[in-house]
Structures are given as structure tokens and as C-alpha cells.
């Protein structure tokens, strides 16, 4: 047992070294004319190569399965037997290395599940009956206790505020952007972050109930559900191994030429089986890596080559995740000058759709920015100042209508333009007349449009937006695209239900996704796509990352996986075919061992270079 373990936390190191005494036997037999010496090291890495594979062998004989290792365990024998060292040494050495190809092409690293944990809070403020406030465990609170989350601090549980107001990042849970405004009665999810203002919320559920617990949950459940696919080469081992080992005593029976049986057996060795299908992987892989594309494995690759249906998450993976000005429309008769006094009200805010505003007036050119009056903030509304010159009025509609702002017929026509374009608005109104209107949005990621036609050109038959964001915001997006289905105002777990839905209906489902709150969707999905500027647990739980983030490289991920699938079915159909003609020529004795090898490891160079095609 503990040999066994051995031997798999070494196999690579072992089978470099077996390769290094082959070519150190090869200049013995051909530089130094030293037969014996090369025999014997010939003979050294046939035994280190046949061990851990007759091991593997015996494994699967106890599980009544008859792999391609028992095949090359008794070809190797055999070789040996009859004095083919180099044959038995060179066959036990590919073996092994296409295995290490193989593995290097289908590792993954799946962490995801430890990173949540990790993220979930752990602790929280609770106050007590006296007003006390002490920090204690998550698990020590129940429903209906009270804990308070200043800024920048982490809610610890599901519930509702109290007490406080403050905007709250919820983009871990709904993927929604853009903080969102909480008041007493609002709802506030465990996970989130308060961006600014103190609040006191009243517990609902706490740890694994909550809806980031929820989250966890989810993502452990299809991991689970998930088993890597049955690799073609082990299904046709199935088939192909007895049949070889079958023809192998036919032949010895019918013959008595034991030399013989023993060369059908080491011709039958699919060496360019064994490795033609792991070095295209290595080959596609490397081409993605290339390019910004990382596939975690062949199954990943071959998974995705097979999806029909794409699915999408809009903030962050669709649009840039950044609030940006998208309009600004001016009413005033100095613009340059209004919007100086805007960046001067709005730089007392450190509101998201504030700083897109002082980003933009900055970028515009203009930084001397004009003393304003003391600012007093509008619950829900804005900001308002006022001093003997001017009243300067930044924020929405109703702060505009609550202070006596008349919305004339052409401002109307603005506000209801932003809108169309799911736009959050910010008006500014000096001394009851309105000067600006200004719409900010999530930017659009500039090759969308690009890369999303190509995916269709490639054979994507259906693409769909699964969102968080509010319905308008998500239309607007959509129609922008060429994107077949919205589905609007989801939580993670309503978004997992989609993806299942579509499973449910025959269809093969690639998942595209950046937050944590998408890692469930990512795990669910029959192949899962990672922005790589997204959350290090969406990046782990997706079978392939983008890491430039860009839909041309999901398009040239796309087609790759589908040639790398093609380059293997070619390389597989090579050294099937290479192999069925070998065995023929030496029935019939037109092939001898030597030349039956050569032509072999010729095959061997063949896939290999096929393979390489995809490097370009």
C-alpha cells in the first residue's frame, strides 16, 4: 500500500528517469558499441516502467475491468522474455509519459468551496437588551437578535434594518452593481458590505440558512453531482484489449511461435492512442493559454467543444462592472461652469454614481471647482445647499418635485431618454431651475457585440442573460446584443434553476459569470466560464478562465475547443488505424518486429504533429 503511494507521488520523476536511460542506453548500443551496458539499462527501465503500470493492471483485474495497462503489463513481459529489451523499455516509457500528458492536461484545482468558507463572515456586533455591544461568533446568534455593521463592515446575517440607513454592496448575492440604498424595513443579506452609513439589523437566519450560506451550499451540491466524463481511450480499452490479448494466443496457438504472439502483442500497444489524445489537449490548451484562455483540463475542453447554450450574467461579465457617464444634457447657459458646480457638490459624495460624475467633469478638462454652499443630504434624494447667492439642489426626480423644481417639456425628454437606456439619473437644479441632467450607467464591454455574433457563427444556437439587475436595466442591455432569452431581478438560486431547466431540456449549458454569486450557476453548468477579473472563487469554480476578460476570447475559446476535439478524434483514428494495419502486415508477413516499431513510433511523431497544428 505504501509502495503504492509511493509510486504515484513519483511516477513523473520516474518516468524521466526511465527516459534518461534509455537515450544513455541508445549511446551505448550505437556511439560506445557497448551492447551489454545498454542491455542492462534497457533492462533497468523496463523494470522501473513495468511496475507501477502491472500495479495498475492488478488494480483493475481486482475491479474485474481488463485495462490498457494489463495489455502493455504482459506485452512487456513478453518483450522481455525474448530478449526485446529495447522494445519492452520504449513501450513502458511512452505509456507512462502519455499518462503524465494526460495529467498534466486534467488537473483542476478545485477550491472554491474552502474560499467561500472562508469569505462568510464569522463574527458580528451584537447589542445587547442594555444597549451593550460586544463582538461574538456567528453561530452564537439566533433569530430576532440585533447587530450593528458600520462602514465598510460585512453583514453577518439575513435580515432587516432597524435602525440607520446606508448603501449596501449586495453584488456577492444579486450581482447588481450599483449600491443600493437601505432604510429601516429594508431587507440586507449576509455577505454583503456596507459602502457608507452605520446600521443596525435584526437577525432572520444566521450561517448556513442565510442565503450566502445557501450559496456555499449550492456550489458543494454540484460539485458533487459532478463526475469527470469516461475518456474515449478507456471505453475502447474495454473492447481493444481483449481483443489484441485474444488475437495475441490465436496467434501463438495456431503458430507456436511464441516471437511472434509477443510481437502482435508489443505492435498492439496503442502508444499513439495513449498519447494522441493528451498532447492535442496540451497542444489546444497551450494555444488558449496563448491568448488568455485557460482550460482547466480535456474535459473541460472536450465539454465545452458540446455546448449549444450559453449562458450569461450581465454585471461584470457582459459590462464592465463600472459605473461610468453614459449622457449628460445640459440646460444651462454655461455648461462647463455647471458642471464644475455639480463635481463640487458631488465630490463631498463617495456614492458610486458621485465619483463616476467627479470622473467624468475631470476628464473633461475641468478641475478648478467653485466654492459651494454647506450641503445638507435628502434622505433617499440628494443633497441640498443653500447660501445668500444660490440654491444649489443634486439628486433624483422627487427631490427636484419636493423642492418646487419645475421638469419642463424638453427636461422630460431627457430624463425619459435616460431611462430607455436603463440609465440612474442625477439632475441638478440651481435656484429652482434645472441646469444638468446626467445619466450613469455599467459600461458595456466594448467587444460583446463581436464576440457574441462569432459564438453564433460558430454553432451557439441559443444565448441568454441571467441577472440580478433590475428588468429595464437588463433589456437595455440585451438589445444591444444578439442575446435570445432575459431573465431579470434573480438570486443565485433562481439563476441555478435556469441552468438547470435547460440541462433538464437536452441542451448543453456553458455558464459565464465573474461574482460569487455566480460560482453556483458555474458549478451547475455543464462547463463553467470564468471572467478573470472577477472573484478568485468564480475563477476557481469555472472549468475555463478568461483572463482578459474578453468575449473575443470566449469566441477563439469556442472554436479551439471544438478543433482540439476534431485534432484528437484525428489522432485517435490514426493509431487505431495504424495499429489494425500492423497487426494485418504481420499476419500476413510483410511486417517484422523491427519494422513494425518503426512504423509504430512513426505513428507516434505523426500524432504528435498533428497535434502541434493547433499551436497556430
Known amino acids: 500500500m505504501k509502495f503504492n503511494i509511493w509510486l504515484q507521488k513519483h511516477q513523473n520523476k520516474l518516468t524521466a528517469v526511465i527516459g534518461v536511460l534509455i537515450v544513455v542506453s541508445l549511446f551505448f548500443t550505437y556511439l560506445i558499441k557497448m551492447d551489454l551496458v545498454a542491455n542492462i539499462l534497457m533492462i533497468i527501465a523496463s523494470i522501473m516502467g513495468a511496475i507501477p503500470i502491472a500495479l495498475h493492471a492488478f488494480s483493475a483485474l481486482k475491479n474485474k475491468v481488463i485495462s490498457i495497462d494489463l495489455l502493455v503489463t504482459i506485452a512487456v513481459i513478453g518483450a ?46 451584537l447589542i445587547d437588551d442594555d444597549g451593550n455591544i460586544s463582538t461574538v461568533d456567528i453561530d452564537d446568534l439566533d433569530a430576532g437578535d440585533h447587530v450593528v455593521v458600520k462602514p465598510g463592515g460585512q453583514i453577518p446575517v439575513d435580515g432587516k434594518i432597524v435602525d440607520g440607513t446606508g448603501y449596501v454592496n449586495e453584488a456577492s448575492i444579486t450581482g447588481e452593481s450599483a449600491p443600493v440604498e437601505k432604510e429601516d424595513g429594508d431587507p440586507v443579506f449576509a455577505g454583503s458590505l456596507i459602502d457608507n452609513g452605520t446600521i443596525t439589523v435584526e437577525t432572520s437566519t444566521v450561517g448556513e440558512d442565510t442565503t450566502f450560506g445557501k450559496i456555499i451550499e449550492l456550489v458543494e451540491e454540484a460539485q458533487d453531482s459532478q463526475s469527470p466524463a469516461a475518456r474515449f481511450i478507456d471505453k475502447f480499452a474495454t473492447y ?44 489546444g490548451i497551450g494555444n488558449g493559454a496563448k491568448n488568455g484562455i485557460l482550460m482547466k483540463g480535456g474535459n473541460a475542453v472536450n465539454s465545452f467543444s458540446h455546448v449549444d447554450t450559453l449562458v450569461l450574467d450581465k454585471t461584470g461579465t457582459l459590462t464592465t462592472g463600472k459605473m461610468t457617464v453614459s449622457k449628460m444634457d445640459s440646460f444651462g447657459t454655461d455648461e462647463n461652469a455647471d458642471m464644475a458646480i455639480l463635481s463640487a457638490v458631488e465630490s463631498n459624495s463617495d456614492h458610486p454614481l458621485g465619483r463616476a460624475i467627479t ?32 440654491e444649489i439642489l443634486v439628486g433624483n426626480e422627487r427631490l427636484m418635485q419636493n423642492n418646487g423644481v419645475e421638469i419642463t417639456p424638453e427636461n422630460r425628454k431627457a430624463i425619459d431618454a ?73 438570486l443565485p438560486e433562481q439563476k441555478v434553476e435556469f441552468v438547470k431547466q435547460f440541462k433538464a431540456e437536452g441542451r448543453k449549458v456553458a455558464f459565464v459569470g465573474d461574482g460569487i454569486n455566480d460560482s453556483p450557476s458555474l458549478a451547475t453548468a455543464d462547463i463553467g466560464i470564468g471572467m478573470g477579473t472577477g472573484t478568485d472563487v468564480a475563477i476557481d469554480t469555472a472549468d475555463i478562465v478568461l483572463v482578459k476578460s474578453s468575449f473575443k476570447s470566449l469566441a477563439h475559446a469556442y472554436i479551439l475547443a471544438k478543433k482540439t476535439v476534431a485534432n484528437t478524434k484525428e489522432n485517435i483514428t490514426i493509431a ?34 498533428n497535434a502541434m497544428r493547433l499551436l497556430r
Not at 504481420?586 to 504533429?609: P, Y
Open 80 to 125: 522481455f522474455i525474448i530478449g526485446e529489451y529495447i522494445e519492452s523499455a520504449v513501450v513502458t516509457f511512452l505509456f507512462l509519459f502519455g499518462n503524465y500528458l494526460e495529467q498534466r492536461t486534467l488537473q483542476k484545482t478545485r477550491s472554491s468551496v474552502k474560499d467561500l468558507t472562508q469569505m462568510a463572515p464569522t463574527q458580528a456586533e
Open 359 to 390: 470622473k467624468f467633469v475631470a476628464n473633461e478638462g475641468i478641475k478648478d471647482l467653485p466654492e459651494i454652499p454647506e450641503l445638507d443630504t435628502v434622505k433617499g434624494q440628494g443633497m441640498v445647499g443653500t447660501d445668500d447667492s444660490q
Open 240 to 283: 481493444y484489449t481483449p481483443a489484441v490479448l485474444v488475437i495475441g494466443i490465436l496467434v501463438w496457438i495456431f503458430t507456436q511461435n511464441f516471437e511472434l504472439a509477443i510481437t502482435v502483442l508489443v505492435l498492439g500497444c496503442p502508444g499513439a492512442l495513449v498519447i494522441g489524445a493528451p498532447v492535442s489537449n496540451v497542444a
Open 576 to 609: 487505431v488505424g495504424t495499429v489494425a494495419l500492423l497487426l494485418l502486415g504481420l499476419l500476413v508477413g510483410v511486417i517484422q518486429m523491427a519494422s513494425g516499431m518503426f512504423v509504430h513510433e512513426a505513428s507516434i511523431l505523426v500524432v504528435i504533429f
Open 418 to 490: 435616460r431611462l430607455d437606456d436603463g440609465d440612474s439619473i442625477v439632475m441638478m437644479a440651481i435656484n429652482k431651475e434645472i441646469r444638468l441632467i446626467v445619466g450613469v450607467n455599467d459600461e458595456l464591454r466594448p467587444d460583446a457585440f463581436e464576440g457574441l455574433t462569432a459564438l453564433k457563427k460558430a454553432g451557439m444556437t441559443k444565448i441568454v442573460m441571467l441577472t440580478g439587475d433590475n428588468r429595464l436595466a437588463a433589456q437595455r442591455v440585451a438589445e444591444k446584443l444578439p442575446i435570445d432569452e432575459v431573465h431579470a431581478e434573480l
